[in-house]
Each structure stands twice: as structure tokens, then as C-alpha cells.
Nanobody, 117 residues
Framework: QVQLVESGGGVVQAGGSLRLSCAASGSIFSINAMGWYRQAPGKQRELVATITSGDRTNVADSVKGRFTISRDNANAKNTVYLQMNSLKAEDTAVYYC?????????WGQGTQVTVSS
């Protein structure tokens, strides 16, 4: 089994910053990618940013230049971070950690990010 534990969500004023963390544990091998998705009320879940095992990143245009994704694989920590700067009201959503092993996707429980204007 694979477990994903997210942390770092909260309430912040527009223009502020937050850092999300997601630690993966369990039967982890051959990780293809880790990343973050978000879902706002009434909207579909959308990609925010992903990072592959080779540290190749893919960042949504809506957050490019403001959000940075990174990984910590030292000592098998398998942790992914999302540094979010210059937050906007439209960034308000539940953010979900994603881990992809081969063709299987695993999801965290989600963490709420609320940006007040």
C-alpha cells in the first residue's frame, strides 16, 4: 500500500505565500512522477504541477512563475513540495498530492488553500 500525507494548507491573504508538503510512504518503487492537482468548488480537478523521477517539471500556465515544485528523495523520503508565492483569490481550492507508479495513480486526502482578497 501507498500512503500520502499532505500538510501546509491554510488561509492566506492575496499576495502571500504557502508551502505544501506531501510525504509518500509504503510500497513505493519505480515512481514515475509526483505532483499536485487542485479542485475549486464547482470545477473539475486540474493539474497544478508535476515532477518526474528525473526532475522534469510540468507547471500549469495559470501558476507558472508563481508556484515551484520540488522533490526530496534523500534517504528515501519521497517528499514533494509546492512553494506557492503571489497567491491570488483564484488559487483557492483543495490541493491534492498525486503519486504515479507505473500506470497507477495514488491520491492524498487533500488540503484546503484559501486566499482572501
Amino acid at each position: 500500500q501507498v500512503q500520502l500525507v499532505e500538510s501546509g494548507g491554510g488561509v492566506v491573504q492575496a499576495g502571500g505565500s504557502l508551502r505544501l508538503s506531501c510525504a509518500a510512504s509504503g510500497s513505493i518503487f519505480s515512481i514515475n512522477a509526483m505532483g499536485w492537482y487542485r479542485q475549486a468548488p464547482g470545477k473539475q480537478r486540474e493539474l497544478v504541477a508535476t515532477i518526474t523521477s528525473g526532475d522534469r517539471t510540468n507547471v500549469a500556465d495559470s501558476v507558472k512563475g508563481r508556484f515551484t515544485i520540488s522533490r526530496d528523495n534523500a534517504n528515501a523520503k519521497n517528499t514533494v513540495y509546492l512553494q506557492m508565492n503571489s497567491l491570488k483569490a483564484e488559487d483557492t481550492a483543495v490541493y491534492y498530492c498525486n503519486l504515479k507508479i507505473l500506470t497507477i495513480n495514488y491520491w492524498g486526502q487533500g488540503t484546503q488553500v484559501t486566499v482572501s482578497s
